[in-house]
């Protein structure tokens, strides 16, 4: 028993180097619970115009931080009230992306990846700016949608959440595979943040 006890520690200390590594790596990786980050959001869908929206205000906020990744809080505003929109557990052996909608089921090949400074309501931010191409198809059992276009992040390590200043996407959804495709723009820009801030 006694060695089997010794066996299991071994195993323990010897992991917990690799996910030291893969945390120290993360974008998330210094995240304190009650970061924040507020964003206006804009959406124009050219296929089905009612659904399109200016300015929406949507936040996200870390709630929970622990060895393994966190957990952080989506909000939207709504009714002229602040409503929650559900969680999202990031990992930090997995890889971080910013666009929560696309990352379930989605091919994502990085395009290219430049310094670029991008000024925010007054601020300017040092700045990487990454494009992808993103491809995904429906999947019924898993009430996935077909996102298929290229998005591109801006992301700063001065603003916490993974750093993101500015998301734009441009894409064609689709709900099911014999339904009509929604032409897609969707711009997110930050408007605030704070670190451990975050009240509800």
Not at 29 to 48: F, I, P, R
Request: hydrophobic letters at 40%; aromatic letters at 8%; a positive charge.
């Amino acid at each position: 028993m006694r060695i089997l006890k010794a066996s299991c520690l071994i195993i323990l200390l010897a992991a917990a180097p690799l996910l030291t590594l893969a945390q120290a790596s993360h974008p998330l990786a210094k995240a304190g619970e009650g970061d924040w980050a507020q964003y206006t959001v804009t959406v124009d869908n050219s296929t089905t115009p009612f659904l399109s929206v200016k300015d929406k205000k949507r936040w996200r906020a870390v709630t929970m931080v622990q060895a393994a990744g966190v957990r952080i809080e989506n909000f939207t505003f709504m009714g002229g009230e602040r409503r929650p929109l559900g969680p999202s557990w990031i990992a930090f052996d997995q890889p971080f992306e910013p666009v929560f909608e696309i990352s379930r089921g989605a091919k994502i090949e990085v395009v290219s990846s430049t310094p670029e400074s991008l000024t925010v309501k007054g601020k300017t931010y040092a700045c990487t700016k990454t494009i992808r191409k993103v491809s995904r198809l429906t999947n019924a059992e898993s009430l996935q949608t077909a996102w298929n276009g290229t998005s591109t992040v801006w992301t700063c390590p001065d603003v916490p959440l993974g750093g993101i200043v500015k998301i734009e996407n441009q894409y064609e959804s689709q709900l099911t595979p014999d339904s009509n495709l929604d032409k897609i723009k969707e711009i997110w820009t930050l408007a605030d943040f704070g670190l451990k801030s975050w009240k509800e």
